[in-house]
Structures are given as C-alpha cells and as structure tokens.
Antibody
Framework: EVRLLESGGGLVQPGGSVRLSCAVS????????MNWVRQAPGKGLEWVSA????????YFADSVKGRFTISRDNSKNTLYLQMNDLRAEDTAIYFC?????????????????WGQGTKVTVSS | DIQMTQSPSTLSASVGDKVTIACRAS??????LAWYQQKPGKAPKLLIY???NLDSGVPLRFSGTGSGTEFTLTISSLQPDDSATYYC?????????FGQGTKVEVK
C-alpha cells in the first residue's frame, strides 16, 4: 500500500523557519519526482516545489523561490521542505505528492498519490 | 506562469445529469493537463492525466477532452459521490499551475 505521511507543521512566527517531512512507503521512492503542493485556508491548490528522483534537480514556484529548499533522503524514503523567512501568506496545508509514471513509463507532472497534509500557520 | 481559468466556479446538478467543466490555459499547453477531485478535508485525487487518460480506478463516467488552450472534464451521469471541488492543472512547463476550482453540488 502506498503511503505518504507529512509531519512538521505548526504555528510559526513571521520570519521564522520550519522543516516539513514526508515519509513514504509502498513504492520505489528513488524512481519518482516528488512535489509539495499547498492549499491556503478556503483557497485552491498551489504547487510549491519539486525534486527529481536523485535529488539533483529542484524546482520552485516564484512565490517561494529563495526562501524554501526541497530535498530528499532516498535511504530513508523521506522528502523534506525547508521553509525560511515565512510570511503570513505561507499559511496553508502542505501536501507531499508523487509524480505519475504511466504504463508506458512516461513521466507526467500530475500527482497521483498525496499525503493527508500538514498545517503550517504563520502568525505572531 | 501559465494561468488556468475554470468555469463555472460552482454548479448544481441532479443525479444522472451530464456535467461539464471547462478549463482554459493562458497559452498553449499541448495535452499536458490533469484533473483532480477534492472533497472537504481530504487530499486531492487524480482523475485524469494528459487530457484524457483516466488514472487507475477512476470510474468511466469521468472523461476529459481538449488540446492547446481549451479543455473539458465531463461527468456523464452525475452520482451523489461526485459532490466535490474539481481542479484542472497544467504541466506544460516546470512550474505547474492549477485552476481556481469548480465546486459541484449534487442536488
């Protein structure tokens, strides 16, 4: 069974930092691009960041570029999101999500498995 | 960034109705479009990738069409379990973006 379990959320002061984790099981973690997607309260979905299977390539939304870092530890099947210089607008539920590989082996930046999310609240 | 615009924002339909949700991209994205269903308090669920390919286990009443900038999600016969918010998402470039969502209410 595929499982993605996020942790690390909580209440953080503006300008503060937090590191989110996503522990994965049930699929060959190293073979998949992994992503973070967030959802502000009552709002829609916003892709935040992605990391290649090896960890060598990373991508970020403009809204978090320079403040957030994504990484992975393939020996621990765990994805991370280091969030620095947090702002009120970063308040959201953060989901980790797995990229999709179709039956032909072609990769799609569509997210076929998601965790339950971890809530980050940035407030003084 | 590529902007995705969905219409309508909300819709209400009866069980058995055919429902269509539109999604427009601000520039051509070929067929690199996905659709998701999200229920309150839950993570999104992938329904369709590459415009028209159903993810594993997705009921056949869901279908997707389109290319370029105009895309459609159709539910052929609406069921009570389809009450949810639906999002389109483009993945033409390295910065995926979502539509604002369409809330579907089943009467």
């Amino acid at each position: 069974e595929v499982r993605l379990l996020e942790s690390g959320g909580g209440l953080v002061q503006p300008g503060g930092s937090v590191r989110l984790s996503c522990a994965v099981s049930g699929f060959p973690f190293v073979n998949y691009v992994m992503n973070w997607v967030r959802q502000a309260p009552g709002k829609g979905l916003e892709w935040v960041s992605a990391v290649s299977g090896s960890g060598g390539a990373t991508y970020f939304a403009d809204s978090v570029k320079g403040r957030f870092t994504i990484s992975r530890d393939n020996s621990k099947n765990t994805l991370y999101l280091q969030m620095n210089d947090l702002r009120a607008e970063d308040t959201a539920i953060y989901f980790c999500a797995k990229g999709h590989i179709d039956s032909s082996g072609y990769y799609h930046d569509a997210f076929d498995m998601w965790g339950q999310g971890t809530k980050v609240t940035v407030s003084s | 960034d590529i902007q995705m615009t969905q219409s309508p924002s909300t819709l209400s339909a009866s069980v058995g109705d055919k429902v269509t949700i539109a999604c427009r991209a601000s520039q051509r994205i070929s067929s690199w479009l996905a659709w998701y269903q999200q229920k309150p308090g839950k993570a999104p669920k992938l329904l369709i990738y590459k415009t028209s390919n159903l993810d594993s286990g997705v009921p056949l009443r869901f279908s997707g069409t389109g290319s370029g900038t105009e895309f459609t999600l159709t539910i052929s016969s609406l069921q009570p379990d389809d009450s949810a918010t639906y999002y389109c998402q483009q993945y033409h470039d390295n910065s995926p973006t979502f539509g604002q969502g369409t809330k579907v209410e089943v009467k």
